[in-house]
Each structure stands twice: as structure tokens, then as C-alpha cells.
T-cell receptor
Framework: GAVVSQHPSWVICKSGTSVKIECRSL??????MFWYRQFPKQSLMLMAT?????????EQGVEKDKFLINHASLTLSTLTVTSAHPEDSSFYIC??????????FGSGTRLTVV | AQTVTQSQPEMSVQEAETVTLSCTYD???????LFWYKQPPSRQMILVIR??????QNATENRFSVNFQKAAKSFSLKISDSQLGDTAMYFC?????????????FGQGTTLQVKP
């Protein structure tokens, strides 16, 4: 079945540094990927839609300069949290549109900014 | 704008019993897809079941079935013979069929606890 690999699964970084999260589709091509943010016991909030070879589409209220998204190939999308601050600490999840179930999700990344 | 509402923040059920999670949505579209996802403590999102709006027959997947009421814009999930492994947060989600972006809109989630 379709698999999306997300790395790292958890990361701790110092305030002011940048962190990159990778999302790879392993056995299918993903022209569209989605990035979500989730706070504990809350729903998934869509941050942006990533399209291969073009600029990402950000949801209202999401700072595009802070959350940089790159989708340079059909199997890889990255989310870079720039100049991270403690309020950016959260659980980040990617998903990709596949041709079978519709969507396959990565296992998520827990980001802690100290 | 499309919205998805799950009015039950938390529910519990005894092992082997049946439980129904509710979901309502609002849309003016006629062609769309509805999903139920499960997020266990590992936080991996797992597709439970999906329903195409144009299909009148309710979808079923083993112990999981839905009651899709299009006119009422209701999409409830029934879990039969509940198992301890069903303990998770459940999300109802919606997608417009004709959407080029294919964005999923999630409800607030229902935390289900299956008790032994």
C-alpha cells in the first residue's frame, strides 16, 4: 500500500534556529502534499498545500515566511520552520494524495522549541 | 464555506459493545467525499472508512459502518464489537469532489475510550 515516510519523528531545537521536516512518498508519486499542525487533543489544522514544481498555497493566517515549504520532486516535500520560537512547538503531520485511498499520512513530527 | 462538526468530544464504550460517533457537515456542493480517520495514541492517522456522496449505499468495513444521510448532512460511524485497540481519537473529514486542491476539512474529533 501507499506509504509516506516523515522525518524526524521528534526534534528539539533552540529558540531562533530553523528546523526542517521531510515527507517522502515511498511507493507512489505525490504531486500534492498537505502539511498540518496539531495541538494536543485537538483537530488537524491545515497549514498549506504543496504542489510539485510550484509555490505552496498557504491557509489564511499561516506565515509563509516562517513555514517554508518546498516540493522539488514528485516524492519529497519539506517544511522548514524558520527562527523557531516556543509557540511553534507542536505536532506536524504531512499527507499525500495517493491513487488508492485518497490520502496517506506521515507518522508526524513532534517539535519542541526550547 | 464547508464545515464539519463532531459534537461528542469524548465517548466511552465497554469492550464488545457497539458505539456510534456522530458527524454533521455543511456544504452546498453535490459531489463530495466523506471520511472517518482514526488516530491512536501513536498519532498515526489511519483511514477507517470513506463514502462517496453520490452512492446511496452506506459504506462498511468489517466492524465499521456508516449511516450516511445526505439530506440531513449527517455521517455517523458505528463501531460494532468494540475492541481495546479501537481506543483512539476519531476524526470525520470532508472533501469537495471537484476540488483541484483536494483539501480535507476535519471535524474537531471524538476521543473514544474502550473499557475492558
Amino acid at each position: 500500500g501507499a506509504v509516506v515516510s516523515q522525518h524526524p519523528s521528534w526534534v528539539i531545537c533552540k529558540s531562533g534556529t530553523s528546523v526542517k521536516i521531510e515527507c517522502r512518498s515511498l511507493d507512489f508519486q505525490a504531486t500534492t502534499m498537505f502539511w498540518y499542525r496539531q495541538f494536543p487533543k485537538q483537530s488537524l489544522m491545515l497549514m498549506a498545500t504543496s504542489n510539485e514544481g510550484s509555490k505552496a498555497t498557504y491557509e489564511q493566517g499561516v506565515e509563509k515566511d516562517k513555514f517554508l515549504i518546498n516540493h522539488a520532486s514528485l516524492t519529497l516535500s519539506t517544511l522548514t520552520v524558520t527562527s523557531a520560537h516556543p509557540e511553534d512547538s507542536s505536532f506536524y503531520i504531512c499527507s499525500a494524495r495517493d491513487g488508492r485511498t485518497g490520502y496517506t499520512f506521515g507518522s508526524g513530527t513532534r517539535l519542541t522549541v526550547v | 464555506a464547508q464545515t464539519v462538526t463532531q459534537s461528542q468530544p469524548e465517548m466511552s464504550v465497554q469492550e464488545a459493545e457497539t458505539v456510534t460517533l456522530s458527524c454533521t457537515y455543511d456544504t452546498s456542493e453535490n459531489n463530495y467525499y466523506l471520511f472517518w480517520y482514526k488516530q491512536p495514541p501513536s498519532r498515526q492517522m489511519i483511514l477507517v472508512i470513506r463514502q462517496e456522496a453520490y452512492k446511496q449505499q452506506n459504506a462498511t468495513e468489517n466492524r465499521f459502518s456508516v449511516n450516511f444521510q445526505k439530506a440531513a448532512k449527517s455521517f455517523s460511524l458505528k463501531i460494532s464489537d468494540s475492541q481495546l485497540g479501537d481506543t483512539a481519537m476519531y476524526f470525520c473529514a470532508f472533501r469537495i469532489g471537484s476540488s483541484n486542491t483536494g483539501k480535507l476539512i476535519f471535524g474537531q474529533g471524538t476521543t473514544l475510550q474502550v473499557k475492558p
